[in-house]
């Protein structure tokens, strides 16, 4: 289809003429395509950049399209690096931004009256729960990641859990598929549902979140470590946005009681993530920590999209899956 190969419309159209009218000259083309012969020769600067038109003698264009399957080998080729060094551009602002984030968490958590104010410590982030608990009056909606929970952390909670539940507070928890193929995790979760919460999954989460009654949300400091501190969040603008976002993900997300759908792009869901999350230039492990699973299965997972897509590694597994529509 004209316009899909990422070369621009008219270069594009003349790499095209040329391959269908290899004789023509540059005044040829421009009348048969109708362009100004300086849009002709410029597009014949581009392409010759790209390689995919060569100096020839023997035509009146001094020069030759290459074949179309050279021709798209090396498109693919220098496609795929671009791709591969823009993930690694946004992996290092990803760095970065988390280093400044902890560099200066001492300084938010000393400006008094803060709305984005941060705790340091497991005990800390213990003593802001109780708060939550304690306080919350009508909801309380939580992004339960990391997959299976240990036994003492799920007997823990049941207390409060009943507690909240007999105050007629609404629960609605969202957790990870994964918790779906582990026994202890998935009793919790339906004796949640049997006491009166709402429980729904889905294939990934983006961090561990609480938030009650729109008034008040506790968000992981760090994703890779959720008991190394906290922010806790007051202000009403990103109070607003976290809670468009736990609805919109709760749309999205299956009911426990339901077998998660089947992907779009006929992939397994886990899989079809793990190619959301490899577009992203995440890592197997943070790819692990978001599906709540082992890196070892994470490391399946992506495998196995590149083995779907028919590609050589990841960046071409990228490539491929945004060809068939899978990603944007």
């Known amino acids: 289809m004209p316009g899909q190969l990422g070369l621009g419309p008219v270069a594009e159209a003349v790499y095209r003429a040329m391959l269908a009218r290899p004789d023509d000259s540059v005044k ?8 100004p012969d300086a849009d002709v020769r410029a597009a014949l600067d581009s392409l010759t950049q790209l390689t995919l038109v060569r100096s020839s003698p023997d035509t009146s264009l001094g020069a ?16 795929e690096a671009e791709v591969a060094a823009q993930q690694q551009r946004l992996e290092k602002t990803r760095i970065a931004a988390a280093q400044l984030i902890a560099d200066y968490a001492h300084v938010q958590s000393a400006i008094p009256g803060l709305e984005l ?11 802001y729960l109780e708060l939550f608990n304690s306080e919350v009056q009508e909801e309380f909606l939580t992004f339960a990641p990391g997959g299976p929970q240990t036994v003492e952390n799920m007997e823990a909670s049941k207390p409060l859990n009943l507690q909240l539940l007999g105050r007629g507070v609404r629960m609605r928890t969202i957790y990870v598929d994964s918790i779906r193929r582990d026994g202890p995790t998935l009793a919790h979760a339906n004796w949640l549902q049997e006491q009166g919460a709402s429980v729904r999954t889905v294939p990934a989460l983006p961090n561990r979140m609480i938030l009650i009654d729109q008034r008040m949300a506790l968000v992981a400091a760090d994703a890779n470590d959720t008991s190394a501190g906290a922010y806790i969040v007051s202000g009403p603008g990103l109070l607003a946005m976290l809670s468009t976002l736990f609805d919109y993900i709760w749309q999205e997300a299956t009911p426990l009681s339901e077998p998660p759908p089947p992907a779009p792009s006929g992939l397994p869901r ?16 943070s790819i692990a920590r978001s599906l709540g699973v082992s890196v070892r299965t994470a490391r399946r997972l992506t495998n196995g999209v590149i083995t779907s897509l028919d590609a050589r590694n990841r960046f071409q597994a990228g490539v491929h899956a945004v060809q068939r529509g899978y990603l944007a």
């Open 28 to 35: 040829e083309m421009a009348d048969r395509l109708g362009l």
């Open 117 to 127: 104010q941060y705790v340091e410590g497991v005990q800390a982030i213990r003593d």
């Open 270 to 285: 886990a899989q079809e993530e793990a190619m959301r999350l490899m577009a992203q230039g995440r890592t197997d492990e």
């Open 64 to 79: 030759r399209a290459v074949s179309p399957p050279l021709g798209m080998q090396i498109l693919l080729s220098s496609q």
